[in-house]
């Protein structure tokens, strides 16, 4: 059983590029949330998919946040048009259908904007 | 909605004694409460979860926690600390749906 795998684990980019973000859910979990974490701070929910379908978008930071699960499988987060302060760790969870309650958290990516 | 007050920011304890790190949570019907371990760099590892039933709950590695309703308190255990524990912490109130609130974590150092 492997755990969220996320991809890649540190990210650095010049502020103004677009950078994009990969989440491997468990195998058979049906839904998968992303968070951001600054320094200090616990994770900040920011979406979350049911399948394919984005239930819950309103908390993404900006119109700059978008992310995507199109296979209903992996899904990508993507941030254009990066400022200094979207410098953070970018969390995946996944939970299980049968106790969606619970979240098993990926490794995370370290982005930093320059 | 729920939140969730850590606060300990940073703790300090000698290898071999007891450990206790606290959490106060805000929700107005019972909530699932969660205990995390995330250590430098890495993502967060559940430790134990609290749904129902039973107030005193056992996790992995011997930790413990015990949900006191009267108290909106759901505190962290450990009777002997190790090295290996030392970590950030974080306590976590989900209301039943997507909506999963972190604290802010605390930091727990273990002396030698």
């Known amino acids: 059983d492997t755990g969220v795998s996320q991809d890649p684990r540190h990210k650095i980019t010049k502020r103004g590029q677009n950078v994009t973000f990969r989440c491997d859910p468990i195998s058979e979990h049906n839904r998968l949330y992303w968070y951001r974490q600054t320094l200090g701070q616990g994770p900040e929910f920011l979406t979350y998919f049911q399948n394919e379908a984005q239930l819950e978008k309103s908390r993404l930071l900006s119109d700059r946040f978008s992310a995507e699960r199109p296979k209903g499988s992996f899904s990508t987060l993507e941030i254009q048009r990066t400022e200094q302060g979207d410098s953070a760790m970018y969390l995946c969870?996944?939970?299980?259908?049968?106790?969606?309650?619970?979240?098993?958290f990926g490794p995370g990516t370290r982005l930093l904007v320059l | 909605a729920q939140s969730v007050t850590q606060p300990d920011i940073h703790i300090t304890v000698s290898e071999g004694a007891s450990l206790e790190l606290r959490c106060n949570y805000s929700y107005g019907a019972t909530p699932y409460l969660f205990w995390y371990v995330q250590s430098p760099g890495q993502g967060l590892q559940l430790l134990l979860k609290?749904?129902?039933?039973?107030?005193l709950v056992q996790g992995i590695k011997g930790f413990e926690a015990e949900f006191k309703r009267s108290q909106s308190s759901f505190n962290l255990r450990k009777p002997s600390v190790h090295w290996s524990d030392a970590a950030e912490y974080f306590c976590?109130?989900?209301?039943?749906?997507?909506?999963?609130?972190f604290g802010a974590g605390t930091r727990l150092t273990v002396k030698p």
């Open positions: 609290y749904f129902s039933g039973d107030t």
């Open positions: 976590a109130v989900g209301a039943g749906n997507n909506d999963m609130r």
């Open positions: 969870a996944s939970s299980p259908p049968q106790v969606q309650e619970t979240q098993y």
